[in-house]
């Protein structure tokens, strides 16, 4: 079983760069492929970004691609989103999300969630 638990979410004004951590807990960490989703009031939850087990392979969405950028530390057992340029529409609560092995874009395939960090661009 995995904990996750995000962090680094703000306010920022559009245009300006905010960090997100999501720390997981347990020695298997490396073995879980992360993914970070993020949902908007009355909006349903939406893919952003998923990195592989070794962290050589990423993958975004459209919307954030260019502007964001996922990460991992196994040693630390954390995974990162960097994001930049951000746009009022980038506002949302940031969850990352975890499953064995294989990557995945569809939120129904992750077992393990974090609680989320707000993130508010303003404009």
């Known amino acids: 079983q995995v904990q996750l638990v995000e962090s680094g979410g703000g306010l920022v004004q559009a245009g300006g760069s905010l960090r997100l951590s999501c720390a997981a807990s347990?020695?298997?960490?490396?073995?879980?492929?992360m993914g970070w989703f993020r949902q908007a009031p009355g909006k349903e939850r939406e893919f952003v970004a998923n990195?592989?087990?070794?962290?050589?392979?990423?993958y975004y969405a459209d919307s954030v691609k260019g502007r964001f950028t996922i990460s991992r530390d196994n040693a630390k057992n954390t995974v990162y989103l960097q994001m930049n340029s951000l746009k009022p529409e980038d506002t949302a609560v940031y969850h990352c999300?975890?499953?064995?092995?294989?990557?995945?874009?569809?939120?129904?395939?992750?077992?393990?969630w974090g609680q989320g960090t707000q993130v508010t661009v303003s404009s």
């Open positions: 999300a975890a499953r064995q092995q294989v990557r995945a874009t569809s939120a129904q395939d992750y077992k393990y």
């Open positions: 347990g020695r298997t960490f490396s073995s879980y492929a």
């Open positions: 990195i592989n087990t070794a962290g050589g392979s990423t």
